[in-house]
């Protein structure tokens, strides 16, 4: 790395934007002055005994597996409907919206998921709206089998990372929008590997508070896809903030050890 | 009358063992010198008797002569040492010995970076009650300004040939897109290893096609995401790129790119010292051990050795401390060739297993950082030439990140990191340029040197223990990919100590005793 300490010191401003301690994971936008205050109290009886780390290590594990087990592998429903049924009984319990080919959106009912969806075993889904699902890795794994999917929404998807989106050359041949609005965990880095998908035409990525320096990134990712429509953060706001955001840019400070 | 007090009261049955601090003073009555004091200054009562407690004390010797005329000067020095043995005063005849690592520990690691972190993680995790293993890492350097760990471009690929590199490589990936599940530590933030999953991009010439063709579908087999491209496909994917004289190249589609190694250390240590490990600042100067001569179901005549203690040596002082162990990991790196050396591997008649030296030494390769501003955009991957020149992007301000491994004539002499600029302009320059036209335009900012652990016989990892040290296990000589396999390694070394065999990823083939046998576990195409 160029300056290895440096890019630690990077790092820092994002993790404190970002998420306040592991457990903020999925209340990564907004943590407020009271539970900071509970978690202060906490955060003191787990440095001096051992039995309160152990129970906040154990919640916090309970917490992750919770995440784990909504992005379980629909296998059964796939092996009996097929992968577009599956993929569309996934998002609807995650509390997600699907559209199959020439039919309406549907919505996940307070009644689980409604009768006609296992008659569309042979309809491929057109459009996928995931919005604020807690899908993360091995999620997307039910949502990549969907071959034919144009329209993507993961706005505001709390797990989904650069990882995630590494995973999305699979759908190159039929995605052609996609819309990662204001997930936190989406960096710069992540965005360069969009460029596999040569059919997309409209592509958001507006709100991305991990990414580091949003007006270069959007003209970064428009030369990167010619052919796209690309939405981003506004680009008058972020000439504004140019001079304050100099600090962070130059690399060349030198950190102390 | 105090003197008398300490040399019998204080004597090393009742303080000096709970203690266990060598001031210099060995258990064999061994005196080395007088070389124990934490350069107090103040010499040893006598050094014929093997005191493991503090000096002296208040001395009362060297107050001079009881003269009439000083009577008042003497009387306010006896008091303030009178004062400084009572309870509050500064003097205790408990010594402070934070600065020297345990008397006992059951595995000792040589080397605190990536691969000695990571074989003390899995092994704190896979013990079978918690608390039950002591493990002691000893780090010479803890600013880590010369492990290579650091110094290293940070890349992680599953495109090598060797089924067993492709298996370390893909746990190593899935351990890092976990890491926060992995490393969590309560109420820290959690590890943001800016991971770029670009891919690699390696580039093939018409010699060098067939093999990566097999490559490919080994790599295939084992489940890594590779596709292979053609020149045209190249060209329309990258169009950047001088696809002449490329016959074929592969890309990696997914779980390839690089990250920041610091963090990832940072990460491992955090969560390593939260579980019980202990740290140690030093160096390890001895090994002292026993041997058993013993013979084989035909006959012949084998010595065995075990290594009982560690002498780790505090930095900036005479002072060592010798660490009783069961268990040796070296994982010293670039230096553990030296470090096998202590332990007497490889002193023996040539060509006999005692003889089999550990061919790890370290290797000099330099890394650039340039701008370039029309070079390649976002969308790069760190593209691996033929000529063994490679790049990657570094940031958002197309700033390049490269360097070229040397032939075996121009090896650099590994005795300083310093670097050598002449190397870029005629060795990496041209193949750069002649691959990408855009950089010819372009301007070296920054450079540094860091250590290869280089294996001289096939260029792959020594795992696992060794036949004639039995309680000696190598975790070292990966040649430039041991950060991208050490949480997997970290593993497998921890599954044999534990269960005595590889569970998970079997590592056979990088097993010492290959050296002797000759079978090489070569890869084919490294970087």
Redesign the interface.
């Known amino acids: ?2 300056a ?2 440096a ?2 010191r990077l ?1 820092a401003p ?3 934007g970002g ?4 457990r903020g ?1 999925s209340r990564a936008v907004d943590p407020e002055g009271s539970q900071r205050k509970g978690r202060a109290l ?2 003191f009886l ?2 001096r005994f051992y039995d309160v ?1 152990a129970v ?2 154990y919640l ?1 594990q309970k917490q ?1 597996l919770k995440v784990l087990q909504k992005n379980r592998s629909f296998t059964y429903i796939k092996e009996r409907y097929g992968p577009y049924v599956a993929g569309a009984s996934f998002i609807l319990k995650q509390g997600g919206a699907v559209k199959f080919q020439d039919k309406e959106w549907m919505r996940p009912n307070g009644r689980g998921l409604s009768g006609e969806l296992w008659k569309l075993r042979e309809v491929p889904v057109e459009a996928v709206d995931a919005s604020g699902c807690a899908i993360n ?1 091995q999620g997307l794994d039910n949502l990549l089998a969907l071959r034919e999917l144009q329209s993507l929404s993961l706005r505001c998807c709390p797990h989904v990372d ?2 995630c ?3 999305l ?1 699979q759908l190159a041949d039929s995605l052609r929008e996609l819309s990662l609005a204001g997930c936190p965990r989406i ?7 969009l ?2 998908l040569r059919n997309l035409r409209r592509l958001d990525i507006s709100d991305l508070p991990a990414v ?2 949003p007006g ?2 959007q003209i ?2 428009e ?2 896809l010619p052919d796209c429509e690309v939405l981003g953060a506004d680009r008058a706001q972020s000439l504004k903030l140019g001079p304050e955001e100099q600090p962070r ?1 130059t ?1 060349s400070s030198p950190i102390p ?1 | 009358m105090l003197r008398g007090a300490l040399r019998f009261g204080l004597g090393p049955g009742l303080l000096g063992r709970r203690l266990g601090t060598h001031r210099g003073g060995s258990t064999l009555g061994k005196a080395e010198g007088s070389g124990g004091c934490r350069g107090s200054g103040v010499s040893p009562v006598s050094s014929h008797v093997t005191f493991r407690t503090r000096g002296p004390g208040p001395r009362w010797e060297d107050s001079g002569s009881l003269g009439a005329g000083d009577w008042d000067g003497k009387v306010s020095e006896i008091k303030k040492k009178i004062q400084s043995i009572l309870p509050g005063g500064a003097w205790s005849p408990l010594c402070d010995t934070s600065h020297l690592p345990p008397e006992h520990s059951d595995v000792v690691i040589v080397g605190g970076g990536v691969v000695g972190l990571s074989v003390a993680y899995w092994l704190k995790r896979l013990e079978k009650q918690q608390g039950a293993i002591r493990v002691l890492v000893v780090e010479r350097d803890h ?1 880590y300004s010369q492990a290579s760990t ?5 890349g992680i690929r599953q495109q090598f040939s060797l089924p067993e590199n492709i298996q370390l490589s893909l746990f190593s990936v899935e351990f890092l ?1 976990n890491i ?2 992995y490393l ?1 530590v ?5 590890l ?1 290893l ?6 690699y991009l390696f580039l093939a010439s018409e010699e060098g096609a067939t093999i990566m063709e097999n490559n490919v579908k080994v790599q295939r087999q084992e489940g890594a995401k590779v596709c292979l491209m053609s020149p045209e496909q190249l060209r329309k994917k990258f169009p950047w790129i001088n696809t002449e004289g490329v016959a074929l190249a592969s890309y990696g ?3 390839e ?1 690089w990250f ?4 990832l250390l ?1 990460g491992l240590r955090r969560k390593v010292q939260s579980m019980g490990v202990l740290f140690c600042h030093g160096e390890v100067t001895r090994f002292v051990s026993s041997s058993n001569h013993m013979e084989t179901a035909s006959g012949e005549k084998v010595t065995l050795k075990r290594i009982h203690e560690v002498h780790v040596k505090v930095d900036h002082s005479q002072e060592y401390q010798p660490v009783e162990c069961a268990i040796v990991v070296n994982a010293a790196g670039a230096w553990s060739g030296r470090i096998a050396e202590l332990a007497g591997i490889g002193k023996g008649p040539p060509g006999t297993l005692q003889g089999t030296k550990l061919p790890v030494e370290p290797r000099k390769r330099y890394v650039y ?1 340039w701008h370039c501003p029309q070079g390649p ?3 790069a991957p760190l593209v691996a030439d033929p000529s063994g020149a490679y790049f990657r992007r ?4 197309n ?1 390049y ?1 490269g360097g070229c491994s040397p032939s075996e004539e121009e090896e650099p002499d590994p005795g300083n990191l310093e670097v050598d600029h002449d190397f870029f302009q005629e060795k990496v320059w041209p193949h750069l340029a002649w691959r990408v036209p855009a950089f010819e335009a372009l301007k070296v900012r ?1 450079a540094w040197a860091g250590y290869y652990d280089y294996n001289t016989f096939d260029q792959n990892g020594v795992v696992g223990p060794h036949p004639l040290v039995v309680n000696m296990y190598f975790a070292a000589g990966f040649s430039g990919h041991g950060l991208q396999q050490a949480p997997a390694v970290g593993r497998a070394v921890a599954e044999v100590m534990l269960e005595g065999r590889f569970q998970t990823i079997n590592l056979s083939p990088f097993l010492f005793s290959r050296f002797y046998l000759g079978e090489k576990a070569q890869e084919r195409c490294i970087i």
């Open positions: 790395m160029a290895p300490r890019s630690l790092v994002v993790w404190n998420t306040s301690g592991i994971l906490l955060q787990a440095d780390e906040r290590g916090l992750v890795y650069d990882w989106l590494g995973r050359h960096s710069e880095r992540g965005l360069a590997c460029h596999h580091s320096n270069l990134t970064l990712v030369e990167m840019d690399a050890a | 600013t650091v110094l290293s471009v940070g897109r926060n599940e969590a309560v109420d820290d933030p959690p943001d800016q991971f770029n999953p670009s891919g589609l997914e779980n790119g920041d190694p610091w963090c940072q950082l955009g976002l969308e570094e940031g958002l301000g700033n990140l920054r």
